[in-house]
């Protein structure tokens, strides 16, 4: 099956300052590519939508100045939380659609991200 | 609004059947019906989806009524190993719900 990679897995960083996390797609060129966070003990939210060289779709309440969507390859797609605060600790998974496989997504394992 | 409801969480005995419910009442007539699961701190796993007809694959089975308002994921012989949050989806770009935390017990 498609096969997604996040790196790193798990990350610390001091308040104020930039994390970038990747998102490649192993097996495939993904043309789209979608960016979830998740909360202990809640479900997945999505952040937004990314398309291959084109500005991401962002859902309502995220804000597109603080978590920076770059999506310049059909492999690989970045998201950059600036100026990170300890609120911002959670869980972001990455998700890509196999275009030759329909419209399912394959999620990566996820990154653990820690604001000290 | 994630346009689907489950149970919050169910157990199934080891071996046995483990059948999840999905209510999907509002589900418009192109949109497919996902099944993902997620264990604990991974990020989640595809199962298995579908349209009108039933569906079976070398993980799970895949019922959906026939007004397509509701759908059940069969895990024929759940093992310790399928004990895991699944998630029935319905919208594209996907919403999720609160999912059913399964248990498998020995």
């Known amino acids: 099956g498609a096969v997604v990679s996040q790196h790193p897995s798990w990350v610390i960083c001091k308040s104020g300052t930039s994390v970038k996390i990747e998102c490649r797609s192993l097996?495939?060129?993904?043309?789209?590519m979608f960016w979830y966070r998740q909360f202990p003990k809640q479900s997945l939210m999505l952040m937004a939508t990314?398309?291959?060289?084109?500005?991401?779709?962002?859902e309502q309440g995220v804000e597109k100045d603080k978590f920076l969507i770059n999506h310049a390859s059909l492999t690989l797609s970045t998201l950059t939380v600036t100026s990170a605060h300890p609120e911002d600790s959670s869980f972001y998974i990455c998700?890509?659609?196999?275009?030759?496989?329909?419209?399912?997504?394959?999620f990566g394992p996820g990154t653990r991200l820690t604001v000290t | 609004d994630a346009k689907t409801t489950q149970p919050t969480s169910m157990d199934c005995a080891e071996g046995r059947a483990a059948n999840l419910p999905c209510n999907h009442s509002?589900?418009?007539?192109?949109?497919?019906v996902y099944w993902y699961r997620q264990i604990h701190s991974q990020g989640p796993q595809y199962i298995i989806h579908?349209?009108?007809n039933n569906e079976t694959n070398e993980m799970a089975s895949l019922i959906i009524t026939e007004d397509r308002k509701s759908s059940t994921l069969i895990l024929p012989h759940a093992t310790l190993r399928d004990t895991a949050v699944y998630y029935c989806?319905?919208?594209?770009?996907?919403?999720f719900g609160t999912g059913t935390r399964l248990k498998v017990l020995a």
């Open positions: 579908g349209l009108k």
């Open positions: 990314s398309n291959e060289g084109s500005k991401a779709t962002y």
């Open positions: 097996d495939f060129q993904a043309t789209t």
């Open positions: 509002t589900i418009s007539g192109n949109e497919y």
């Open positions: 989806i319905v919208r594209d770009p996907y919403i």
């Open positions: 998700s890509a659609r196999d275009p030759r496989q329909g419209y399912e997504q394959y």
